[in-house]
């Protein structure tokens, strides 16, 4: 964010010394830039629906965290960091060569100037999120990671009815810690299954979410006592309900208006685990790594994702003339590089551990590869 304050800063000053000068032209030939424009990057988009951040920087830039570096951030815009369809973004060079994209209102085209803030109608809900809103919201709608801190401070089921043992649609639960809802809010039921711990560490990061079903509100708990209970039922079922499972809000908490940049300091980590439970990783799927916000990671932060090499035996210059069952006792096994074979953003992070999104893919992924600045 320091970086966009400073272009924003420096755009002010220009404007404010008349010498915001943009050329629609590229730069001369020889002329290079730090910015890795792509070679087929447009002079001009128009923003379509279903359009995300990630993918408009790819339009522009070969590597798209980089997209701090040449968005341009127009004072007369509110929320300039917010595009909506609609809106034409345009490359432009300024007068010593540097690439910045423009965006130019779908309701002020023709205007070439604005100098006072101007008022949008389009709610901003409608601005194009920075990756895909429907995959984060299914996964954050029916969570399948517990962090180590929720599974402390998460409401729990007490008691099934009167003396069940498991609860399915329709059963009343009784449940400790629902505090400031309404009547008749709806809660997921989460089974708490096995532990994720740090591969380094050996630390306990979370745990496996098992979605058991939804519940809704029927009554509050009163005052703080220790048989001051809340009271749910079940209205759906997926699974049966046990005590100690957990329920967690039935909406999606994650903003996803950050913008794509890469870790100002290094990081490196491991993928922990993959949700839906697939051992191949591929795009637009969500995984959970062992670095968080301890580690200087927020929501917008890129990273590459790394494939560890495998392990072969090294059986000499003979190759596999010189196997044989004894020979292989002897031989040493050797481990092949790694390969970059994606890169993937965080979208929600904790302490020690993270969410993100893989966005784009060039091999298989698994748990266990590396992850680390782009």
Known sequence: MKKLHKIAGLCILGLLLGQAAFAADPPAAGHSTSVPLAADAPSSYVVQKGDTLWTLASKFLSQPWYWPEIWYLNPDIKNPHRIYPGDTLRLVYDAEGRPQLRVERAFERGDTVRLSPQVRSMPLDEAIPAIPFEIVAAFMSKPSVISADESKSLPYVVAIGRDRVIGGMGDLIYVRNVKGLPTGSRLNVVHVGDKLKDPESGKVLGYQGIYAGTARLERTAEGNGRDDLAKLVLVSSARETLTGDRLVRDSLEVPLD?????????????????????????????????????????PGHVLAIWQRGDSVPDRGTGGVTESSPFADIFTRDVRLPSERAGSFMVFRAYADMSYGLVLDASSEMHVGDTIKNP
């Open 258 to 298: 950050f913008i794509p940049h890469a870790p100002a300091k290094p990081v490196k980590g491991q993928i922990i685990s993959v949700v839906d439970g697939v051992t191949v990783i591929g795009q637009y799927q969500v995984v959970i790594i062992n670095r968080g916000t301890r580690a200087g990671l927020e």
